[in-house]
């Protein structure tokens, strides 16, 4: 089977593209609301170590499969023989399921937010019915965004690797960027926003191993890398054998973690902005509202009080969750429509359709159930599924391959690595501490 494959044109490109798959609403908006909730600073702190101690180690391990495989999911992760293929394989299949029901939901959401965008627009240009129906939940609005949504991701999708991928997340990244340091310096002078930054950076230290709060860190890092789902391990088989991977893992991880971090800045004082404005931000119980509450309605809240100035806000805002959410999105298509193309089924365009509608057929049944549905495909991709291949990805790297096959995997691109401190650890790493750390988490989420 003679496939041509895409291949990314420059490093930067797989930078931008494996940057834009992690950075997404895991980070503008988990990370700060998670960190609100679970003692600020601390969670931050933990976030931090966790995000390098295990997120990064298993980053690795699937853009080795993915650079070793040069191919979709199922096929890079039949690695060793016999039995051990074949559950290779089947946690592909796993993985590539997850990334597609992940899909599903993360469309919903993304959804709303496009209407968050678009709505002050539509109020602008007097078409306030629009803007309350861009607003409202309702099966018809959620179900006509998603639609648009996935429709946006299909159409950069089609056009490959290198045509779609890689031009768009190369535009886009700078374009996150830009919106999101430019409304943290315009937050930070709203009255009320030096409290929120107070509650962020300063860590209550005694709650920092706080065992909840380490299990939500590590859920964190897990998900905003994008891990267990092969949208990293599809991008990393598009690198070339040049590339160095230790680095451009690294790379992936502090551009992550940094955005997340740079999300905390701005979404938190924010909200202290908006509490200093008399919107109610805690509930009964002095946590933080659920995330959505704060989303959809605190956010628009404070922005709606603060005059034309607030819809030049909420428009960039919303704007940056929905670049944000398509940089990701594009990464959970890939892995499903890599592999169809790469059995022979279909051509891209094809392959790309066929995927996407299978996925909107999974939004709509999703919100058709909303309050039965919802929740539950979250919580079983999130928590269960995505460690479940994490863990396997980790065990594949650490056992099916040889420790010789894995140095040479890893010396390509990155000739002196054998004596680096990188591999005097991170095999072992890979083998054992990253399989039984998420094994922690698991029995816990259990
Ligand atoms: N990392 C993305 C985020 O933080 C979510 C994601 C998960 C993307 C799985 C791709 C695959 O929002």
């Known amino acids: 089977m003679a496939q041509v494959r895409g291949r990314f044109a420059s490093r930067l490109g797989f930078l931008m593209a494996a940057a834009g798959s992690a950075v997404g609403l895991g980070n503008v908006w988990g990370f700060p609301s998670q960190t609100a909730n679970n003692g600020g600073g601390a969670f931050v702190v933990m976030y931090l170590v966790l995000a390098f101690l295990l997120a990064w180690p298993a980053l690795m391990a699937e853009l080795v499969i993915g650079r070793h ?21 089947l946690a592909g299949w796993a993985g590539m399921l997850t990334a597609s029901l992940i899909l599903a ?47 946006l991701t299909m159409a950069i999708v089609v056009g490959g690797v290198r045509g779609g991928i890689e031009k768009w997340s ?12 430019g409304l943290i310096g315009y937050v930070l002078t709203l009255p009320g926003a030096d409290e929120g930054l107070r509650v962020y950076l300063t860590p209550q230290w005694d709650r920092i191993f706080d065992a909840d709060l380490m299990l939500s860190a590590m859920g964190q890092a897990f998900f905003s890398l994008s891990l267990g789902v092969g949208a990293m391990l599809i991008y990393g088989s598009y690198l070339g054998p040049e590339q160095n991977l230790p680095r451009l893992g690294v790379l992936v991880t502090l551009i992550d973690v940094g955005i997340a971090f740079l999300a905390g800045l701005l979404v938190i004082p924010a909200m202290y902005a908006a509490r200093h404005l008399g919107v109610e931000i805690f509930d009964a119980e002095g946590l933080l509202k659920s995330s959505d509450t704060l989303l959809f309605d605190t956010l628009p809240a404070l922005f709606a009080q603060m005059g034309g100035a607030g819809d030049v806000l909420m428009v960039a805002f919303f704007a940056l969750m929905s670049v944000a959410g398509i940089t990701s999105s594009i990464s959970m298509l890939e892995v499903p429509v890599s592999f169809v193309v790469e059995r022979g089924w279909l051509g891209r365009r094809a392959a790309t359709l066929a995927v996407g509608a299978a996925v909107m057929a999974v939004s709509l049944t999703i919100a058709a159930n909303f309050g039965a549905l919802f929740g539950l495909v979250i919580m079983l991709t999130t928590q269960y599924s995505q460690p479940l291949v994490a863990l396997v990805m980790c065990l594949l790297v650490g056992w099916a391959l040889s420790r010789h096959a894995l140095l040479k995997e890893i010396q390509s691109g990155a000739p002196d690595i054998e004596s680096s401190l990188f591999w005097k650890i991170w ?7 990253c399989p039984l750390c998420i094994a922690l988490v698991f029995a816990h989420s259990l």
Request: aromatic share 12%; net charge positive; hydrophobic share 55%.
């Open 69 to 89: 495989g040069q191919a979709n999911i199922v096929s890079s992760m039949s690695l060793g023989r016999g039995l051990t293929k074949r559950f290779g394989a």
């Open 105 to 151: 939901f993360y469309a919903i959401v993304a959804g709303w937010l496009l209407g968050y965008t678009a709505a002050p627009v539509s109020e602008a240009l007097g078409m306030s019915s629009a803007a309350s129906w861009l607003t409202t939940f309702d099966f018809t609005r959620n179900v006509t965004l998603t639609a648009v949504f996935l429709g």
């Open 170 to 181: 190369t535009r886009l990244m700078p374009v996150l960027l830009v919106l999101l340091v």
């Open 427 to 433: 095999p072992w790493y890979v083998r054992l501490v």
